[in-house]
T-cell receptor, first 112, second 116 residues
Framework: DQQVKQNSPSLSVQEGRISILNCDYTNSMFDYFLWYKKYPAEGPTFLISISSIKDKNEDGRFTVFLNKSAKHLSLHIVPSQPGDSAVYFCAASDSGNTPLVFGKGTRLSVIA | GAVVSQHPSRVICKSGTSVKIECRSLDFQATTMFWYRQFPKQSLMLMATSNEGSKATYEQGVEKDKFLINHASLTLSTLTVTSAHPEDSSFYIC????????????FGPGTRLTVL
């Protein structure tokens, strides 16, 4: 049973446009959500996170939105740049002391 | 963010041999480290939680006798794949929890294991 789902395996966006990556979760106990970026043959790099007490967190070009009632979060990247091309993983945690649960990732391609 | 190193970055071995992968937390001491495995086009799957000074906690389906974990110090955890087989070929990644909120984990660069 997949608790964190990223239903889009891939996404292509033109440079300068907005990239929207989606993530759904099923465990209502999750209270902290993170996005990681991963290049091939490298470990994931932490990008941005959001606590369940918030519905939005912004950091530069990256904004994460959380809709608790829908158990849905999204990562917005604007403007998208070619260097953003990578696999993006959504992850969730339910207590802060347990390991993260990851989605399968979405491969973002930003086309110049 | 924290710096986590892994060694080696790539290893190719023959079937039946054992391979040791090291994970080091370079910025701060870590009583807990996590080991993940990623197959191509798949998610990061947690294998085990490495605990300094005590036994590792393995996830369901992960053979503890095959994947030996030793958390020797507050900055070093090792994963030994014993009697490796081709199906063990994968990308192994360790992570260290952040010092504030523990679920902000910092990942190592990963180790690509290929078993011939």
């Amino acid at each position: 049973d997949q608790q964190v789902k990223q239903n889009s395996p891939s996404l292509s966006v033109q440079e300068g446009r907005i990239s929207i990556l989606n993530c759904d979760y099923t465990n209502s106990m999750f209270d902290y959500f993170l996005w990681y970026k991963k290049y091939p043959a490298e470990g994931p790099t932490f990008l941005i996170s959001i606590s369940s007490i918030k519905d939005k967190n912004e950091d530069g070009r990256f904004t994460v939105f959380l809709n608790k009632s829908a158990k849905h979060l999204s990562l917005h990247i604007v403007p998208s740049q070619p260097g953003d091309s990578a696999v993006y993983f959504c992850a969730a945690s339910d207590s802060g002391n347990t390991p993260l649960v990851f989605g399968k990732g979405t491969r973002l391609s930003v086309i110049a | 963010g924290a710096v986590v190193s892994q060694h080696p970055s790539r290893v190719i071995c023959k079937s039946g041999t054992s391979v040791k992968i090291e994970c080091r937390s370079l910025d701060f001491q870590a009583t807990t480290m996590f080991w993940y495995r990623q197959f191509p086009k798949q998610s990061l799957m947690l294998m085990a939680t490495s605990n300094e000074g005590s036994k590792a906690t393995y996830e369901q389906g992960v053979e503890k006798d095959k994947f030996l974990i030793n958390h020797a110090s507050l900055t070093l955890s090792t994963l030994t794949v014993t009697s490796a087989h081709p199906e063990d070929s994968s990308f192994y990644i360790c992570s260290v929890p952040g010092q504030g909120r523990r679920d902000t984990q910092y990942f190592g660069p990963g180790t690509r294991l290929t078993v011939l």
